[in-house]
């Protein structure tokens, strides 16, 4: 079992602002999985990346890049410059234990104005 | 190629009423998920198959809901007896490895109101 943590319930920036998400998560176990998805306005959860636990290298893919911290159970997404086709709702999920079924956070609700 | 699909995209219940929210994974997608989703929250787990078989139900949150999925590949869930506090969003994900350690792709959801 796991527990994922959104601090942050909405988030309002105007546009070309960086912008930091945060996902604290919590598991016994060593192996574990972590994910962000995006969830626009449209409903459907869209995969944005997927790590596990063994590879605590930061990524960058675009605009987007993901800070993973074990010493501190953190997985941050930060989007730079934003634009208002980031407004949506971002999730973050663990998965660790027997089947490895994700927990998902409650979302962070990012808004960004023109 | 064609990603997950669920069917309806809006279903209206008056309670009591039974229904079938149906599911059609990525083709070659070993596993399947389904998930609920409450209004402002993330999605919850209900179940996950591996191929036909059903190997986790614990998120379903009564015996009212059952889940298939005969031939492994499209799943049906069923919800008897509807009641309100099943009006939500529901999810279903598939992915191409075994668990939920690999990536899921999701559908776009039956949005199921009673009434």
């Known amino acids: 079992a796991q527990k994922v943590t959104q601090a942050q319930t909405e988030i309002s920036v105007v546009e070309k602002e960086d912008v930091t998400l945060d996902c604290v998560y919590e598991?016994?176990?060593?192996?574990?999985?972590l994910f962000w998805y995006k969830q626009p306005p449209s409903g459907e959860l869209v995969f944005l990346i997927r790590r596990n636990s063994f590879d605590e290298q930061n990524e960058i893919s675009g605009r987007y890049s993901w800070n993973f911290q074990k010493s501190t159970s953190s997985f941050n997404f930060t989007i730079t410059a934003s634009q208002v086709v980031d407004s949506a709702v971002y999730f973050c999920a663990a998965a660790s234990g027997g089947s490895y079924i994700p927990t998902f956070g409650r979302g962070t609700s990012l808004i960004v104005h023109p | 190629g064609a990603g997950v699909s669920q069917s309806p995209r809006y279903k209206v219940a008056k309670r009591g009423q039974d229904v079938a929210l149906r599911c059609d994974p990525i083709?070659?997608?070993?596993?399947l998920f389904w998930y609920q989703q409450a209004l402002g929250q993330g999605p919850e787990f209900l179940t996950y198959?591996?191929?036909?078989?059903?190997?986790?139900k614990s998120g379903l949150p009564s015996d009212r809901f059952f889940a298939e999925r005969p031939e492994g590949s499209v799943s049906t869930l069923k919800i008897q007896r509807t009641q309100q506090e099943d009006s939500a969003v529901y999810l279903c994900?598939?992915?191409?490895?075994?668990?939920?350690?690999?990536?899921?792709?999701f559908g776009p959801g039956t949005r199921l109101t009673v009434l």
């Open positions: 198959f591996q191929n036909e078989a059903q190997l986790d």
């Open positions: 598991t016994r176990d060593t192996t574990y999985y």
């Open positions: 994900a598939s992915s191409l490895g075994v668990g939920g350690g690999d990536t899921q792709y």
């Open positions: 083709s070659g997608h070993v596993s």
